[in-house]
Protein backbone atom coordinates (compact mmCIF):
# COMPACT_ATOMS: atom_id res chain seq x y z
CA UNK A 1 0.00 0.00 0.00
CA UNK A 2 1.03 3.42 -0.71
CA UNK A 3 0.08 6.90 0.49
CA UNK A 4 0.61 9.96 -1.50
CA UNK A 5 0.19 13.37 -0.23
CA UNK A 6 0.11 16.47 -1.99
CA UNK A 7 0.37 20.08 -1.00
CA UNK A 8 1.50 23.78 -2.26
CA UNK A 9 -1.33 24.45 -4.46
CA UNK A 10 -3.49 27.92 -4.17
CA UNK A 11 -4.21 30.69 -5.91
CA UNK A 12 -1.94 32.57 -8.31
CA UNK A 13 -2.06 35.42 -10.66
CA UNK A 14 -0.94 34.63 -14.78
CA UNK A 15 2.81 34.88 -14.69
CA UNK A 16 3.05 33.62 -10.95
CA UNK A 17 4.89 30.22 -9.88
CA UNK A 18 3.89 27.42 -7.45
CA UNK A 19 5.78 24.66 -5.89
CA UNK A 20 3.71 21.30 -5.58
CA UNK A 21 4.68 18.33 -3.35
CA UNK A 22 3.78 14.90 -3.04
CA UNK A 23 4.99 13.17 -0.12
CA UNK A 24 4.72 9.04 -0.35
CA UNK A 25 4.66 6.86 2.93
CA UNK A 26 3.69 2.83 3.28
CA UNK A 27 5.58 0.40 0.89
CA UNK A 28 7.65 2.68 -1.05
CA UNK A 29 10.31 0.33 -1.94
CA UNK A 30 8.74 -0.53 -4.47
CA UNK A 31 7.59 2.94 -6.57
CA UNK A 32 9.45 3.50 -9.51
CA UNK A 33 7.70 6.36 -11.85
CA UNK A 34 6.04 8.67 -10.49
CA UNK A 35 3.60 11.53 -12.28
CA UNK A 36 1.84 14.61 -11.73
CA UNK A 37 -1.86 14.82 -13.57
CA UNK A 38 -4.56 17.37 -13.63
CA UNK A 39 -7.91 17.36 -14.26
CA UNK A 40 -9.90 20.71 -15.07
CA UNK A 41 -13.49 21.08 -14.50
CA UNK A 42 -15.65 19.39 -17.15
CA UNK A 43 -12.13 17.72 -18.63
CA UNK A 44 -10.63 14.45 -18.48
CA UNK A 45 -7.54 14.17 -16.43
CA UNK A 46 -4.31 14.77 -18.43
CA UNK A 47 -0.53 13.82 -18.34
CA UNK A 48 1.48 17.11 -16.58
CA UNK A 49 4.27 15.42 -16.14
CA UNK A 50 6.35 12.02 -15.63
CA UNK A 51 9.52 11.51 -13.85
CA UNK A 52 11.52 7.84 -13.79
CA UNK A 53 13.29 6.69 -10.50
CA UNK A 54 16.58 7.45 -12.14
CA UNK A 55 15.04 10.86 -13.13
CA UNK A 56 14.58 10.55 -16.77
CA UNK A 57 11.37 13.32 -17.55
CA UNK A 58 8.38 13.52 -19.92
CA UNK A 59 6.08 16.11 -20.03
CA UNK A 60 2.73 17.04 -21.76
CA UNK A 61 2.73 19.65 -24.66
CA UNK A 62 1.18 22.08 -22.68
CA UNK A 63 3.69 22.42 -19.95
CA UNK A 64 7.22 21.91 -21.64
CA UNK A 65 9.34 24.71 -20.79
CA UNK A 66 7.38 26.19 -18.28
CA UNK A 67 6.78 23.03 -15.74
CA UNK A 68 9.96 21.11 -13.82
CA UNK A 69 8.85 17.89 -12.27
CA UNK A 70 12.21 16.29 -9.81
CA UNK A 71 11.95 13.98 -6.94
CA UNK A 72 14.46 13.40 -3.37
CA UNK A 73 14.30 9.71 -3.52
CA UNK A 74 15.88 10.49 0.19
CA UNK A 75 12.85 11.80 1.33
CA UNK A 76 11.03 10.36 -0.59
CA UNK A 77 9.18 13.22 -2.16
CA UNK A 78 8.44 14.13 -5.73
CA UNK A 79 8.09 18.05 -6.44
CA UNK A 80 6.55 20.00 -9.60
CA UNK A 81 7.66 23.46 -9.65
CA UNK A 82 5.27 25.52 -12.33
CA UNK A 83 6.37 28.84 -13.30
CA UNK A 84 4.54 31.44 -15.89
CA UNK A 85 1.35 29.66 -14.59
CA UNK A 86 -1.74 30.84 -17.23
CA UNK A 87 -5.20 30.58 -16.36
CA UNK A 88 -5.78 27.30 -18.48
CA UNK A 89 -3.48 25.75 -15.71
CA UNK A 90 -6.18 25.91 -13.24
CA UNK A 91 -7.27 22.65 -12.27
CA UNK A 92 -6.97 19.60 -9.59
CA UNK A 93 -2.98 18.40 -9.89
CA UNK A 94 -3.05 14.76 -8.57
CA UNK A 95 0.35 12.77 -7.86
CA UNK A 96 0.65 9.35 -9.16
CA UNK A 97 2.77 6.14 -8.70
CA UNK A 98 3.32 4.97 -12.32
CA UNK A 99 4.06 1.00 -11.80
CA UNK A 100 1.51 0.36 -8.45
CA UNK A 101 -1.44 2.81 -9.76
CA UNK A 102 -1.83 4.60 -6.50
CA UNK A 103 -3.45 8.10 -6.57
CA UNK A 104 -3.35 11.46 -4.42
CA UNK A 105 -6.24 12.94 -2.90
CA UNK A 106 -5.37 16.58 -5.34
CA UNK A 107 -4.40 20.02 -4.68
CA UNK A 108 -6.37 22.91 -6.41
CA UNK A 109 -4.80 25.19 -8.44
CA UNK A 110 -5.86 28.57 -9.40
CA UNK A 111 -4.81 31.03 -11.87
CA UNK A 112 -6.41 34.10 -11.49
CA UNK A 113 -5.78 36.43 -15.11
Known amino acids: QVQLVESGGGLVQAGGSLRLSCVAS????????MGWYRQAPGKERELVAV???????AYGDSVKGRFTVSRDNAQNTLYLQMNDLKPEDTAVYYC???????WGQGTQVTVSS
Open 96 to 102: HAEVENY
Open 26 to 33: GSIFSIRA
Open 51 to 57: ITSGGGT
